[in-house]
């Protein structure tokens, strides 16, 4: 049974330190929080927005003085009130909660799309001494879209490291998903682990892309969160709890959860949905 | 394993109004109870029953979040009912069947015909039992004035009684003034037994920006916390009905559930200590209630139900 940190889940209130316009609908906001700057990659808060919502976000980055980063792409209510949020204004944070990426040292692949993105970088950074070789690929619709893109060529300079970028509308790299250069990618070179993190059926064909190469594979998921301590059973795939179990599930997890992994979730109602 | 042979021991063997459970712990309704696969993990984790979410006609999304908080001593928790109707949860009903311990259905409703009609249909999947709630601290219209009225909570009983040949539980709410009155009310309408507590009405505040914390603004406290509460609860029920007693309300470890028993319950339900100690806390509790009758002496759970009304 893993230990669960009872003082992770108690709401602290803390002030947005800065924010900072990541692409035209995704913005980083940073907060000082003690017990999320323990955090690992992969690892998730519940944010709480006054007044209006409470929402998960995966820890972007953390800091020596106790920072806390999150990448949040406005999508609906709780994501665009906090877009008007400014630096000063309070917002409740709980966590960190979840498992994280395991930490591997030889050839890895990372996958990111969309606010996918956030956990990957995090993960990046703590990698990167260790690793091999490390190869990046990134997908967004459009160059705007293309997240950390400056950050990361800065950090994957260097013969063993490598940085993808693909584009649906090819405004900027490979024309296509972001799954495009992975067949050849997996083919041409043995990796020992492949991450990702991203819409649910970029994973899903990443997952079988690594199950056909029989490359080791994790990959973060969402589902719908409401107490993120394993007990409402709102965020469940299968026989796994998204937030106590997950978020970061094995190939072999997302083999058992096959049937709803990629195609459906349960709803607010608890009702089966499609994605 | 070890482990399998001391909860299968007939130490621990209970019958609740024709339940029988191999072990007297069982989970409390709300807490993962939507899907006979989370279920699964729960039975594993050494459960002797199961309680579903509850559920009612109709679906309903519940309410936006902050549903929980934790509080010092245990969480406060508005989470609204959430639940995809009885004519979509029947599937999971069937699904839940396979779990190899008694399932209970959790039964909400708006009206006492409302009641019936869900807990009609929740037998006609398989529910070997249904518990009637009766006490929702933070939903309007179910719960708390239908627990709060022995004469409407006598209605809803006796209507779904009548439609159903299951045994009954009826789950009663801490806040009111007189529980034991419910719980009379209850019986003589037909309830085959009683669940107490459901959570103490409750709420969060945040100093920083003065707001309450849960999009509800009041919630129900769960966790050790309440236990006292629970525990005066049985204790009052017990010495005034004669039907099993469900306990309820921050069972953690074995000594919480043996004090539930010398209180009066016949079986112990959990929920917020799966938070902190994960699906085996059934298991762990259930052997150290084992552990405690074999060194007490005792040949069965039964012996220490209400032992401590003798003084
Ligand atoms: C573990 C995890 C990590 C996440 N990390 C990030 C991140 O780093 N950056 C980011 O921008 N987004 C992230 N999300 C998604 C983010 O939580 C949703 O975009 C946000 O909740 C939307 O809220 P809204 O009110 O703006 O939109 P709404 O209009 O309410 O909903 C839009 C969609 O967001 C999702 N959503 C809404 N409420 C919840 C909820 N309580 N839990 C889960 N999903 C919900 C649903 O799919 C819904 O269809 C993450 C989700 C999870 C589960
Ligand atoms: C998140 C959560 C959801 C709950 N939902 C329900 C419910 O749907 N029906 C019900 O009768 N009780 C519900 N309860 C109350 C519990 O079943 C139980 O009565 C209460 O939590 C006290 O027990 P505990 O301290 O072991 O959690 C819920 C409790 C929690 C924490
Ligand atoms: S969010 Fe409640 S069990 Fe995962």
């Known amino acids: 049974m893993s230990a669960y940190r009872i003082a992770a889940n108690k709401l602290r209130t803390t002030s947005i330190l800065s924010v900072r316009t990541e692409s035209p609908t995704v913005t980083t906001f940073t907060f000082k929080d003690r017990e999320c700057a323990r955090a690992k990659p992969g690892q998730f808060l519940m944010l709480w927005i006054p007044g209006v919502d409470e929402i998960p976000l995966s820890i972007l980055d953390v800091g020596e003085d106790g920072a806390v980063s999150v990448t949040v792409k406005k999508v609906g209510e709780a994501t665009e009130a906090l877009h008007r949020m400014k630096a000063g204004d309070f917002v409740g944070v709980r966590g960190p909660f979840g498992n994280s990426f395991t930490r591997k040292k030889g050839k890895i692949l990372i996958v990111g799309g969309g606010t996918g993105m956030a956990p990957l970088w995090f993960l990046v950074k703590r990698l990167l001494p260790d690793v091999e070789r490390l190869v990046f690929v990134m997908g967004a619709k459009t160059e705007d879209e293309l997240l950390f893109m400056d950050g990361l060529k800065k950090m994957l300079i260097g013969g063993n490291r490598q940085l993808v970028a693909t584009t649906e509308d090819g405004s900027c790299g490979i024309t296509g998903l972001c799954t495009e250069p992975l067949d050849r990618l997996l083919t041409n070179e043995r990796f020992d682990m492949v991450y990702t993190c991203g819409p649910e059926p970029m994973i899903r064909k990443v997952f079988e892309l690594a199950e056909k190469c029989e490359v080791s594979f994790e990959a973060s998921l969402e589902r719908l969160m409401r107490c993120a301590i394993g007990l409402c059973g709102s965020c469940v795939i299968g026989k796994y709890r998204v937030c106590r179990d997950g978020p970061i599930f094995t190939s072999k997890q997302l083999r058992e959860v096959e049937a709803e992994f990629g195609s459906s979730k349960r709803d607010f109602d608890g009702k089966r949905i499609p994605l | ?311």
């Not at chain 2, 069982?26 to 459960?47: D, P, Q």
């Not at chain 2, 249904?130 to 719960?143: D, F, I, M, Q, W």
């Not at chain 2, 938070?275 to 052997?287: E, N, T």
């Open chain 2, 1 to 311: 394993m070890a482990v399998i042979g001391s909860l299968g021991t007939d130490r621990l063997k209970v019958n609740l109004a024709g339940l029988k459970l191999n072990n007297p712990t069982m989970l409390a309704s709300g807490i993962l109870g939507y899907s006979a696969e989370t279920l699964s993990s729960i039975v594993a984790g050494g459960a002797g029953a199961v309680v579903t979410k509850s559920v009612g006609f109709k679906p309903r999304k519940g309410y936006a979040n902050p549903t929980v908080v934790q509080a010092d001593f245990g969480l406060i928790n508005a989470v609204g009912l959430p639940n995809p109707g009885i004519s979509e949860f029947v599937r999971e009903i069937r699904e839940m069947k396979r779990l190899g311990v008694p399932l209970i259905v959790s039964v909400y409703g708006f009206s006492a015909e409302e009641y019936a009609t869900v807990a009609k249909k929740a037998v006609g999947a398989g529910a070997d039992a249904l518990e009637l709630n009766v006490s929702c601290p933070h939903v309007k219209e179910t719960g708390s004035e239908i627990g709060q009225s022995p004469e409407v909570l006598a209605e809803v009983v006796g209507k779904v009684k009548a439609v159903v040949d299951r045994p009954v539980l009826v789950k009663l709410s801490p806040n009111v003034t007189d529980l034991v009155e419910i719980a009379e009310a209850a019986v003589r309408a037909g309830a085959d037994g009683i669940t107490a507590i459901n959570t103490v009405r409750a709420m969060a505040i945040d100093v920083e920006t003065a707001m309450p914390i849960l999009s509800n603004k009041r919630g129900g406290l769960s966790g050790p916390a309440v236990k006292p509460i629970a525990l005066r609860c049985v204790y009052d029920v017990y010495e005034r009905v004669k039907v099993p007693i469900m306990g309820c309300g921050g069972v953690t470890d074995w000594r919480d559930a043996v004090e539930f028993f010398l209180a009066g319950a016949s079986a112990v339900q959990i929920g917020t200590a799966i938070a902190l100690k994960g699906p085996s806390v059934f298991r762990s509790v259930s052997r150290g209630v084992d552990a405690y009758l074999k060194k007490k002496g005792f040949r069965s759970v039964n012996e220490i139900v209400g032992l401590s009304h003798r003084s």
